[in-house]
């Protein structure tokens, strides 16, 4: 089984969010790739048993291209793609306290693209330990992934990450 991580990252903090999903995964992942790197040939999306993917939320309030990295230019290509009962997660970062009405809202497009492909969604998350007033990635109550918050909760991202990836070990049956 080999896992694809790919993250969109303005100043790292996604990227070092992957990095620790890596870690705990250890030989079942792929090292993380950034997608500005792999523009233009998703195809290896395909290759891949499973999906984590990582979005940072930078356009705040919008309802297109909200992560503001190059997840943006991939959405129509990711949902044309044929990704029928192949697990994807997605993970996002955000800033809770600072942007409390639009926490990880990038997510949910995320989210959305690659449902449209067929994907299998995995990696839902409860909305408890998060303080927040709004966010557009909550789906049946719950977040359609896993939301990091490196700006006011780095303190956690250890504990979240590491509960994370042993659900996803059960869901994408690792
Ligand atoms: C101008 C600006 C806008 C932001 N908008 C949001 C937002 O709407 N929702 C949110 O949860 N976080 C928001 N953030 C926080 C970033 O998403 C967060 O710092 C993220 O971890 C950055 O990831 P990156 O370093 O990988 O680009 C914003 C940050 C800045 C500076």
Known sequence: MTIGI????????????CAKIKNELGDLSADPKD????????????????????IPTWNTGEEENRSGTAWDELL??????????KPVAI?????AAGYADNFVDAMEELHRYFEKAGAKMVGYVST????FTGSK??????????????DGESD???????LWCTQLKSEMGL
């Open 91 to 95: 993970c996002g970062t955000g800033d």
């Open 156 to 162: 956690q991202t250890e504990e979240r990450v590491k």
């Open 76 to 85: 129509e290509k990711i949902g044309n793609l044929d990704l029928r009962g």
């Open 6 to 17: 790919y993250f969109g990252s303005q100043t790292g903090k996604t990227e070092m969010v």
């Open 35 to 54: 997608v500005s790197e792999v523009r233009g040939d998703i195809s290896q999306f395909l290759e891949m048993d499973g999906l984590i993917c990582a």
């Open 128 to 131: 408890d330990g998060y303080t």
């Open 137 to 150: 990635s909550i789906i049946d109550g719950k977040f359609c992934g896993l939301p990091v918050d490196e």
